[in-house]
């Protein structure tokens, strides 16, 4: 196994491009090396609290080394002066193992040659092992040293992931080593190797992750009805034209892995394919983090230094996505968003009842199904996107979460079992104060079909009072704020909340004593 040393500082702009926190760059530089199977033998790193231009000698800084395997540990706060006197002496360690064999090649990351790294540069020069890393100058430094260099770069537009990825490469191709670049991770945590980047589409994380744009676009409208901020409508109607961009950011994120490079992709993307809305700012948020996964792939892949990699990921990868999605994805998505919200009115328009009854009554075997996040809150998102709230959403905070909270006091105040109280206190505060929260009522719902019935029922006789009052607003929100993002119809909003927790406590505690007769009978 080819070991490799890691050696640099904090830098001047390393600092504010992941310098500042040593841990969370050395460990991209391990889970890179590890998927390349070359292992990281030794680290010497310089940290401060500051760029390190200009910087002074009395500044506070720290030395990280190895710890283990697979840690990087660092020591005292001490001055940027005793730290370099320390670090010349681990200087001195590397050199030592330079000469005899132990290290096969070297990542730098903004080094010091002409300083606390000079002696292990020096034998690398002399042995010609290959060094790879960033930092112009410094790297400009060590090539004059007659170090030899494989890869090198400036610090500029370079990430931890997209700096630790090209040092890697560079050592893969020069030793032959099969190497999949580890970028991003799938949604249970686990990183993805290349060629799993279709498993990284995940329409419901993206919905979810840009609900507080959409909630934050919901809370500007209602201010905007209290006297004197009027002006918040405006504000209200420049949230709606970035929702798309929003979308595409995250998308072109979670879907290429490269961290701010995905998002300005994203960003790129989504400001040249506004007029797609939502939809549109989707679908060119998860092309772009494609486009810019490959090309980073190909760029590292070929040695192009890892500014010129970023930029091209971030810039060409938004442009592509961007002129796709005006040209052709905006257009197309643009008119589904408008039938989808077509269909809608005129379900309500037909008879407002019958939708809200039938909405009800199917919202629990939705989110039971794993439909809702598919199929019910892109709807709930493209009505908010239109009006700042949505009747869906209103029979996702009535018949799904009010319901809920309902079963939830009945289990408190009249519980089946002792146990449910103490389980269903913390769950009805979650309903209350933070409006999700629905699967708590799951445990009692798939343990008595009576409860499971009677939920269905609750929340099928709160959609046909919602219908029945035209009452439009949000999940996903404190239950007091829910009434003042609705519709203009705070009292009727407040009538479907209660109603709906009033429903389904009556219904659980009614079941719950039947299930207790009967317990105490057979018992």
Not at 307 to 320: D, K, P, Q, S, Y
Request: aromatic share 8%; with cysteine.
């Amino acid at each position: 196994m080819k070991k490799l040393a890691v050696i640099g500082s904090s830098g001047g702009n390393l600092y504010n491009q992941g310098g500042n926190d040593p841990a969370k760059m050395m460990r991209e530089i391990f889970v890179q090396a590890e998927s390349a199977g070359m292992e990281i033998a030794y680290v010497q790193f310089i940290g401060t609290d500051t760029t390190m231009d200009n910087i002074s000698q009395n500044a506070k800084a720290r030395l990280w080394t190895l710890e283990g395997e697979r840690e990087v540990s660092c020591g005292e706060d001490m001055t940027l002066q005793q730290v370099n006197e320390q670090a010349k002496k681990n200087d001195a360690e590397l050199a030592g193992m330079v000469r005899n064999g132990q290290i096969d090649g070297m990542i730098l990351l903004s080094c010091d040659p002409k300083g606390v790294n000079f002696e292990a540069l020096t034998e690398a020069a002399k042995k010609q092992i290959p060094l790879a890393g960033t930092g112009g100058t410094s790297m400009a430094n060590t090539q004059a040293m007659g170090c030899r260099v494989i890869a090198a770069s400036g610090t500029t537009g370079t990430t931890n992931r997209t700096r630790a990825i090209s040092a890697v490469s560079a050592f893969a191709k020069e030793w032959k080593l099969k190497y999949s670049p580890v970028i991003g991770e799938t949604a249970g945590g686990k990183q993805n190797q290349e060629g799993s980047i279709w498993k990284r589409i995940n329409f419901r994380g993206i919905m979810m992750a840009s609900m507080p744009g959409f909630i934050a676009m919901a809370l500007c409208l209602a201010l905007s009805k209290i006297p004197g901020l009027g002006i918040l409508e405006d504000v209200f109607n420049t949230l709606v034209g970035f929702l798309p961009i929003v979308l595409s950011a995250i998308a072109a994120k979670q879907i290429s892995g490269l961290d701010e490079v995905g998002i300005v992709a994203g960003i790129v993307g989504g400001a040249l394919s506004v007029d797609g809305g939502i939809i549109g700012g989707m679908i060119v948020g998860i092309l772009a983090g494609i486009f810019a996964y490959y090309i980073i792939s190909i760029c590292f892949k070929y040695k192009v230094p890892g500014t010129t990699a970023n930029i091209a990921a971030g810039g060409v990868a938004g442009l592509v996505a961007g002129f796709i999605g005006m040209f052709l994805v905006a257009p197309a998505a643009a008119w589904g968003g408008n039938m989808i919200k077509a269909a809608i009115d005129w379900a309500l328009d037909y008879n407002a009842v019958l939708a809200g009854g039938i909405a009800g009554f199917t919202i629990w075997f939705a989110i039971i199904g794993g439909v809702y996040h598919a199929a019910i809150l892109p709807i709930v998102l493209l009505e908010m996107e239109a009006s700042g709230y949505s009747f869906l959403g209103c029979i996702d905070l009535c018949c799904l979460i009010m319901v809920c909270a309902g079963i939830q006091l009945a289990n408190i105040v009249a519980p089946r079992k002792t146990g449910d109280r103490v389980a269903s206190i913390p769950n009805l505060i979650i309903n209350l104060a933070f409006g999700t929260f629905a699967e708590a009522a799951y445990p009692f719902m798939f343990s008595s079909r009576k409860v499971f019935a009677s939920t269905i029922v609750a929340a099928t006789f709160s959609g046909l009072l919602i219908g029945a009052l035209n009452v439009k607003c949000t999940a996903y929100v404190p239950c007091f704020m829910a009434p003042f993002l609705s519709n203009s119809k705070v009292l009727e909003a407040i009538i479907c909340m209660v109603f709906s927790v009033f429903a389904a406590f009556i219904l659980t505690a009614f079941c719950n004593k039947i299930e207790r007769g009967k317990e105490k009978a057979a018992g």
